[in-house]
C-alpha cells in the first residue's frame, strides 16, 4: 500500500533534503523505497553501509539517496551539511530516523534553511479510507482500536502476533535505540513508566504522583518522559487556559502512538480517546509539515473538573472543542460552560458505538459517528 505522504515528499526532494521522522517500524523504510524506482539505500545500523558512508561512496546517478537511521552517526548534522553544500541536488537526499530529529537539530543552526521535516505516522481511518473507498468503516476502526495503527500488525490482525509484537517493539525502543541516543541507566523504571501510562490515557498527568510511584524526583521523570516524547512512544497534549476561568495550566496529557498500548478498559473509552487523539496529531504535523498551517491540539479542564477532552486551534485561535465518547450519546454536560468562554466555536461530540442518528442543534453543536467523521477528517 502506498502511503499517503508519497506525493507530498515527492515534491519536496525537488527543492531541498527531506528529513522523515517517526515512530519505529512505522513504515520510513518501506515508505523511503517506494518513492521513486531508481534509489541507493544506506543504513547506518549496518556495517557496510557505514563504511560506503564513511568513504562518501553511492551511486550518484541514481535518482534518490536514502540515509537510514543517520542521527546515530556522530556528528551526522554537520556531516550531511557538508554533503548537501558541496554536492546540492540531484541526486535527491532523503534523510529518515526513528527519533524526533527536530529535536537534535534545534542546538544547531548546521541544517538551516536546508530541509523540510515530515512526520510519518501509523495507518488511521483517514488514510485507510483515502486509499480504498469501499472500505467497512466499522471493521477498520475496531482492527485499529485492537491493533493500533502500526501496518505489520494491523494487517496480520492476529491477537497472538501483535502482543508478541507490541513486546518486542518496545524492547527495541528502550533496550537499544535508547541507550545508543540517551545516557539512561535506569531501564526498568522507565517501563515501570510507560507501564503507568497506559492506565492513565485520558487522564491529566501528576509529575508528583508518578515521581512517589517510581520513587525518582519530579526532575527525572519530566526527563524520561521527554525521551519518551523524543522516541515517538508517547506525545504530550496540553491544557489551554487562555480565557478559561480556573484552567489548569500545566498539568497534560499523554497518548501512545500504538493505540493498542492503552491498557484495556471496560468501556473502551481510553482506547476510543487515545485513537481520536491519534488522529487528529496526525491531521496536525500534516499541516504543518506539508501545508504550513499552524494547528495545535490541546484540551479543556478547570480545577473543578470541567472538561472536554479536545480542543483545535489555528494560529493559537480556538476553532473547535471535541467530545468523544464510546457510546453515550447524551450532550456533553460541559460544552454549555466552555461555550460561555470560547463563544461560537464548533462543537463536536464523536460517538463510536451505537449512535441511533446524528444531530446538530443551533449553538452550533453536532452529535456524529465517530468513524465517518475520522475518515473524512480535515480543519
Not at 560506503?52 to 534518490?64: E, G, I, Q, T, V
Not at 496526525?282 to 479543556?300: A, R
Request: charged content about 30%.
Amino acid at each position: 500500500m502506498k502511503r499517503s505522504l508519497i506525493p507530498s515528499i515527492q515534491q519536496d526532494l525537488k527543492q531541498k533534503m527531506v528529513l522523515l521522522t517517526g515512530p519505529r517500524q512505522v513504515g520510513k523504510t518501506y515508505l523511503s523505497k517506494d518513492i521513486i524506482a531508481d534509489y541507493d539505500y544506506f543504513n547506518y545500523d549496518y556495517g557496510d553501509d557505514r563504511q560506503a558512508m564513511a568513504d562518501m561512496a553511492w551511486n550518484r546517478k541514481s535518482a534518490l539517496i536514502i540515509f537510514d537511521e543517520l542521527h546515530k552517526k556522530p556528528n551526522w548534522k554537520n556531516w550531511l551539511k557538508g554533503i548537501y553544500d558541496v554536492e546540492g541536488i540531484p541526486p535527491a537526499i532523503l534523510v529518515t530516523g526513528s527519533v524526533r530529529l527536530n529535536t537534535y537539530l534545534k542546538a544547531s543552526e548546521s541544517l538551516a534553511g536546508r530541509f523540510f521535516q515530515i512526520r510519518l505516522h501509523p495507518l488511521d481511518l483517514k488514510e485507510l479510507y483515502h486509499k480504498d473507498k469501499t472500505i467497512d468503516l466499522t471493521k477498520t476502526f475496531d482492527s485499529l482500536l485492537q491493533f493500533g495503527g502500526f501496518p505489520e500488525p494491523f494487517l496480520k490482525k492476529s491477537v497472538k502476533y501483535y502482543n508478541r509484537w507490541k513486546q518486542s517493539h518496545l524492547d527495541v525502543i528502550i533496550r537499544q535505540d535508547l541507550i545508543q541516543i540517551e545516557q539512561v541507566r535506569q531501564i526498568t523504571k522507565i517501563e515501570n513508566l510507560i507501564q503507568l501510562l497506559r492506565t492513565r490515557v485520558g487522564s491529566t498527568i501528576s509529575y508528583q504522583n508518578l515521581s512517589q510511584d517510581l520513587m525518582c524526583s519530579n526532575k527525572t521523570v519530566k526527563n524520561w518522559l521527554e525521551i519518551l516524547e523524543n522516541m515517538f512512544v508517547v506525545f504530550k497534549v496540553l491544557p489551554y487556559n487562555k480565557k478559561i476561568n480556573r484552567s489548569l495550566k500545566k498539568a497534560p496529557k499523554y497518548y501512545f502512538y500504538d493505540t493498542g498500548q492503552v491498557m484495556d478498559d471496560k468501556n473502551k473509552g481510553a482506547k476510543f480517546e487515545n485513537l481520536v487523539a491519534c488522529a487528529f496529531k496526525k491531521e496536525i504535523d500534516h499541516q504543518k509539515d506539508c501545508q504550513g498551517e499552524n494547528y495545535k491540539l490541546n484540551f479543556l479542564r478547570t480545577k473543578d473538573g470541567k472538561e472536554v477532552d479536545f480542543l483545535i486551534c489555528q494560529d493559537d485561535k480556538p476553532i473547535t472543542m471535541i467530545e468523544a465518547k464510546y457510546s453515550d450519546d447524551k450532550i456533553h454536560k460541559h460544552f454549555d460552560y466552555f461555550d460561555k468562554q470560547l463563544p461560537n466555536i464548533e462543537k463536536i461530540q464523536l460517538i463510536a458505538k451505537d449512535l441511533k442518528r446524528e444531530k446538530t442543534y443551533a449553538n452550533n453543536l453536532s452529535i456524529t459517528d465517530a468513524t465517518s467523521y475520522l475518515a473524512r477528517l480535515s480543519f
